[in-house]
T-cell receptor
Framework: GAGVSQTPSNKVTEKGKYVELRCDPI?????LYWYRQSLGQGPEFLIY????????DSGLPNDRFFAVRPEGSVSTLKIQRTERGDSAVYLC????????????FGPGTRLTVL | DQQVKQNSPSLSVQEGRISILNCDYT??????FLWYKKYPAEGPTFLIS?????DKNEDGRFTVFLNKSAKHLSLHIVPSQPGDSAVYFC????????????FGAGTRLAVHP
């Protein structure tokens, strides 16, 4: 079956611009997660959705970052006024149920802010 | 404040030998631990997990050992194969309402013929 997909695979933008990153979870998975991975580091938790609601957004670094999952399936991570420090690989994962159910990761979106 | 630490950034092992990857954690509230494997340009792939009520879990060539008193876990791969060459991440979580999976920085394993 289809795994987690993320689009775009690469995104290059200029400082100050707005970007949207999309995640399509595995069909039927109720839980969805966003992580950010910087070079040489492990994935860092950003936000966790259970269904349509953000059950835990404590990992979002500041109010420039926002994520939605309006119908409980596809999710969009939105970053306003991008900064060079936002450059990273943004990973999405989904699981059948809440933690600690196994999380299945997508290939990530590599964001570069010039 | 790194709660999960993988102190070896890289490891090189000969094919057929044992690979041992290590991980230390500081938060005694963690009660579930996982290993993920990552190939370039792909997302991490779940490998094996262990609950804190166990001290060993085995799945084929992969065995994870947990030493709660030392706050240490290790992943053993026997025998190592060239296809095992990847970055391995250790991760930990406190179950029961705490949602964050905390990852270490990873260890790059190279298995050479």
């Amino acid at each position: 079956g289809a795994g987690v997909s993320q689009t775009p695979s690469n995104k290059v933008t200029e400082k100050g611009k707005y970007v949207e990153l999309r995640c399509d979870p595995i069909s039927g998975h109720t839980a969805l997660y966003w992580y950010r991975q910087s070079l040489g580091q492990g994935p860092e938790f950003l936000i966790y959705f259970q269904g349509t609601g953000a059950a835990d957004d404590s990992g979002l670094p500041n109010d420039r970052f926002f994520a939605v999952r309006p119908e409980g399936s596809v999710s969009t991570l939105k970053i306003q006024r991008t900064e060079r420090g936002d450059s990273a690989v943004y990973l999405c994962a989904s699981s059948v149920g809440p933690p600690p159910d196994t999380q299945y990761f997508g290939p990530g979106t590599r964001l570069t802010v010039l | 404040d790194q709660q999960v630490k993988q102190n070896s950034p890289s490891l090189s092992v000969q094919e057929g030998r044992i690979s041992i990857l290590n991980c230390d954690y500081t938060n005694s509230m963690f009660d579930y631990f996982l290993w993920y494997k990552k190939y370039p340009a792909e997302g991490p792939t779940f490998l094996i997990s262990i609950s804190s009520i166990k001290d060993k879990n085995e799945d084929g060539r992969f065995t994870v050992f947990l030493n709660k008193s030392a706050k240490h876990l290790s992943l053993h791969i026997v025998p190592s194969q060239p296809g095992d060459s990847a970055v391995y991440f250790c991760a930990a979580i406190k179950t029961g309402g705490y949602n964050k999976l905390i990852f270490g920085a990873g260890t790059r394993l190279a298995v050479h013929p």
